[in-house]
C-alpha cells in the first residue's frame, strides 16, 4: 500500500516553457501533499506543502508565483514551473502524507532539465 | 542554528558485517525520527519510524535506536547484502514537516 506515482519521470524543456508535474496517491486519499527539490549531493529541500482544496504553503525563499501548485483532489497534486530556466534544472519529488499516518509516501521523482 | 547531521562520509563495508550509520541533531526535540532509503535517480523510500519514548525499533534485518539525551539515532543493517548498498536518510519532524539529513551511502562490496 501506500504507492505515489509522479509523472512525467524525465523532461527535457527549453527555456522560457512551462512544465507540469503531476504527484498521485494510487491506494490512499491523501489530504496533505509535499513538493520537494534536490540538487545533486544536496539534501532534500521543502518547495511547499499542498493541502487539498485550499492554497498551498511555500517555503521561503520559493517563488509561489514560479512554481505553481494546484492540489484539486484527494489523490492528485500538480506543479508547475513556470517560465523555466536552466537554474530550474532539478530532481524534483513530491510527497504524501496517509491521513493517521505518521509517514510522507514519496514519488519516484521527476528530473527536469532546462536548456 | 538548528540542523541534523550524517556520516559525511561514504561508508564502505564487506557484505554479512553490519552497517551503523548516525544521526545527531541539534536544537530540536522531534516527537520521533524517520530513516529512509534513496537509489539514485529515485525518490526516498520510507524504512523505519521511532518515537521519542522508544528506544529501539526493528524490522527484519534493520535497527534503529533513538537516544534523545545523546540527541542521536543509530541505524544498523545486520548481514549486509550488495542490494543495501544506497543513500540512507534521517529526517525528523519538526512544526509537521520533515528535516533532512544529507543521508550516507553506503556501499556493501560483495
Known amino acids: 500500500g501506500a504507492v505515489v506515482s509522479q509523472h512525467p519521470s524525465r523532461v527535457i524543456c527549453k527555456s522560457g516553457t512551462s512544465v507540469k508535474i503531476e504527484c498521485r496517491s494510487l491506494?490512499?486519499?491523501?489530504?496533505?501533499m509535499f513538493w520537494y527539490r534536490q540538487f545533486p549531493k544536496q539534501s532534500l529541500m521543502l518547495m511547499a506543502t499542498?493541502?487539498?482544496?485550499?492554497?498551498?504553503?511555500?517555503e521561503q525563499g520559493v517563488e509561489k508565483d514560479k512554481f505553481l501548485i494546484n492540489h484539486a483532489s484527494l489523490t492528485l497534486s500538480t506543479l508547475t514551473v513556470t517560465s523555466a530556466h536552466p537554474e530550474d534544472s532539478s530532481f524534483y519529488i513530491c510527497?504524501?502524507?496517509?491521513?493517521?499516518?505518521?509517514?510522507?509516501?514519496f514519488g519516484p521523482g521527476t528530473r527536469l532539465t532546462v536548456l | 542554528s538548528q540542523k541534523i547531521e550524517q556520516n559525511s562520509e561514504a561508508l564502505n563495508i564487506q557484505e554479512g558485517k553490519t552497517a551503523t550509520l548516525t544521526c545527531n541533531y541539534t536544537?530540536?526535540?522531534?516527537?520521533?525520527l524517520q530513516w529512509y532509503r534513496q537509489d539514485p535517480g529515485r525518490g526516498p523510500v520510507f524504512l523505519l519510524l521511532?518515537?521519542?519514548n522508544e528506544k529501539e525499533k526493528r524490522k527484519e534485518r534493520l535497527k534503529v535506536t533513538f537516544d534523545t539525551t545523546l540527541k542521536q539515532s543509530l541505524f544498523h543493517i545486520t548481514a549486509s547484502q550488495p542490494a543495501d548498498s544506497a543513500t540512507y536518510l534521517c529526517?525528523?519532524?519538526?512544526?509537521?514537516?520533515?528535516?533532512w539529513g544529507l543521508g550516507t551511502s553506503l556501499a556493501v562490496n560483495p
Open positions: 536544537n530540536y526535540s522531534p516527537a520521533y
Open positions: 491506494d490512499f486519499q491523501a489530504t496533505t
Open positions: 510527497s504524501a502524507s496517509d491521513p493517521g499516518a505518521d509517514t510522507q509516501y
Open positions: 529526517a525528523l519532524v519538526w512544526n509537521r514537516k520533515l528535516i
Open positions: 521511532i518515537r521519542e
Open positions: 499542498s493541502n487539498e482544496g485550499s492554497k498551498a504553503t511555500y
